[in-house]
């Protein structure tokens, strides 16, 4: 790939460079997450005026700094050394430098090292600056049209109240297994991220415990092979098996919020029964999480009962003689 670094950093600097640009920070600079012409002006122009950079992985670093025509000393921290490495990088701010936080792809700190190091920086009293760009959870979620207000009521599904991240799931065992059965008695909108050799038992998994539940695989998003592909999770291994390839790359999972009704069923009589009292006096939100509490269920399953409830009363009101 050829790139006239010096036209993109002026481009960069002349779209960027009138911000206000602090020494002694800590820049949180999200990257791209296969497609490089995803990177920003912005981006560019902060990897460009810091003094260092503290990577995921110093050779993935390098060749993203080197398309861009950059050179930066490069800090390893990763999942291995982030305390030691987050120690380092203080001390550089602590002597006014600014240094960037860059993972392999997306944003740092979300189901990637930098967490440590960002609590870290904030506690010492540095000023920590995100620098928005690509993430694969909302790439997916983009797609997926599970999110969104113009989401709200359609197939049978309760209005989505946002989404819930959950990233990687443990990888084996009995942590794993319960992480799935919290899935499944999750209703609201849920993003995971699974590796290639995992994402069949994970699909096998969903099937076996939502069957109805409709998801939305997403495949090596921004890249040359990338796949958007949306099934109820019954449909899914034998989706997976009918061709190899769709085993490869990284994959984002979007859990589609579940249907009012199947929030419905998986909730105790006791919890509904106090629901429908509560509500009588009470707002939907504060009913629900009364009933969740005297019920032992869950929150976010009643409250989408509650305004699966309200909808359906809106609707019989509309109707004459309803």
Do not use: C
Request: no cysteine; charged share 20%.
């Amino acid at each position: 790939m050829n790139i006239d670094s010096s036209l993109l950093q002026a481009a960069a600097a002349a779209a960027a460079g009138g911000q206000r640009f602090e020494p002694g920070a800590l820049y949180v600079v999200a990257t791209p997450i296969g497609n490089l012409a995803d990177i920003t002006l912005r981006a560019i122009h902060v990897l460009g005026s810091v003094v260092a950079v503290a990577a995921e992985d110093t050779r993935v670093a390098a060749r993203l700094l080197a398309h861009l025509g950059l050179h930066k000393p490069l800090l390893a921290l990763h999942a291995h050394n982030e305390r030691s490495a987050a120690e380092s990088v203080l001390a550089r701010l602590a002597q006014g430098e600014a240094v960037a936080l860059v993972s392999d792809a997306g944003t740092p700190a979300v189901s990637d090292p930098g967490a440590r190091l960002v609590e870290a920086a904030r506690s010492a009293g540095h000023r920590v600056v995100p620098v928005p760009g690509p993430s694969s959870a909302l790439a997916a979620l983009s797609v997926a049209g599970d999110a969104g207000p113009s989401a709200a009521g359609s197939a049978g599904t309760p209005p989505p109240a946002g989404f819930r991240f959950v990233g990687f799931l443990p990888a084996r065992g009995a942590e794993r297994d319960a992480a799935l059965e919290a899935l499944a008695a999750e209703p609201a909108t849920t993003v995971l991220f699974e590796a290639p050799h995992r994402i069949a038992a994970l699909a096998d998994g969903l099937a076996a415990r939502m069957p109805a539940r409709r998801v939305t695989l997403a495949r090596e998003l921004t890249k040359q092979f990338e796949t958007v592909h949306t099934a109820a999770a019954a449909a899914l291994p034998a989706w997976l098996a009918e061709d190899a390839n769709r085993l490869r790359g990284e994959f984002v999972v979007v859990l589609h919020a579940a249907p009012a009704a199947a929030a419905a069923d998986a909730l105790p009589p006791a919890a509904l029964h106090a629901l429908r009292v509560l509500l009588r006096e009470l707002p939907l939100r504060q009913a629900a999480a009364l009933a969740a509490e005297i019920a032992g269920a869950s929150r976010k399953a009643l409250y989408a009962q509650a305004l699966a409830w309200r909808e359906q009363g809106a609707r019989d009101d509309a109707v004459p003689g309803g």
